[in-house]
T-cell receptor, first 114, second 113 residues
């Protein structure tokens, strides 16, 4: 069983389109994250949810909207896609508390905007 | 605010060479420190972590890291690298006042057979 699963793994789309990436974790963790990894491998936090509540919202265009229907899911919707949105998006989860802060990452979703 | 610096952006070694990747952080209080590895085309995986106790931490695949508080460093080491160690290595730090860890920019390691 995959601990953190993301779909789709690859996404190729045109500029201006709207797309979503889904993430699910079966670890029972209470916190989920979206990270963006650019072409230089730099990993940047975008959002974090704890028990469905938004706790981290970094400087990200408002075209990006996360949604957490329950603590096992954190989806990312992107409106009006731009070329600069091309990247690999990683979902991750963790359990807050003692021994926490260890992130379990999904396999990534490679978004290519043409 | 916490920050992490990885000074070596690209490292190229031959098999059996020794490895040391630098990691320095800025926060002066209690920290949790991590090294993650990303093999080509894969997701990040935890290599090792330091929360407290022995500052010399052993991880998977023969890696270790040493927390030196006075130098704000958490360098990653391996005595003899293998071709399969080719990957991106990310140092991360979480301070007591922060909710999530901050990642360094990563070091790309290429090991030639």
């Amino acid at each position: 069983d995959t601990a953190v699963s993301q779909t789709p793994k690859y996404l190729v789309t045109q500029m201006g389109n709207d797309k979503s990436i889904k993430c699910e974790q079966n670890l029972g963790h209470d916190t989920m994250y979206w990270y963006k990894q650019d072409s230089k491998k730099f990993l940047k936090i975008m959002f974090s949810y704890n028990n469905k509540e938004l706790i981290i919202n970094e400087t990200v265009p408002n075209r990006f909207s996360p949604k957490s229907p329950d603590k096992a899911h954190l989806n990312l919707h992107i409106n009006s896609l731009e070329l600069g949105d091309s990247a690999v998006y990683f979902c991750a989860s963790s359990q807050q508390g003692t021994g926490a802060n260890v992130l379990t990452f999904g396999a990534g979703s490679r978004l290519t905007v043409l | 605010a916490q920050s992490v610096s990885q000074h070596n952006h690209h490292v190229i070694l031959s098999e059996a060479a020794s490895l040391e990747l630098g990691c320095n952080y800025s926060y002066g209080g209690t920290v949790n420190l991590f090294w993650y590895v990303q093999y080509p085309g894969q997701h990040l995986q935890l290599l090792l972590k330091y929360f407290s106790g022995d500052p010399l931490v052993k991880g998977i695949k023969g890696f270790e890291a040493e927390f030196i508080k006075s130098k704000f460093s958490f360098n990653l080491r391996k005595p003899s690298v293998q071709w399969s160690d080719t990957a991106e290595y990310f140092c991360a730090v979480k301070s007591g006042g922060s909710y999530i860890p901050t990642f360094g920019r990563g070091t790309s390691l290429i090991v030639h057979p």
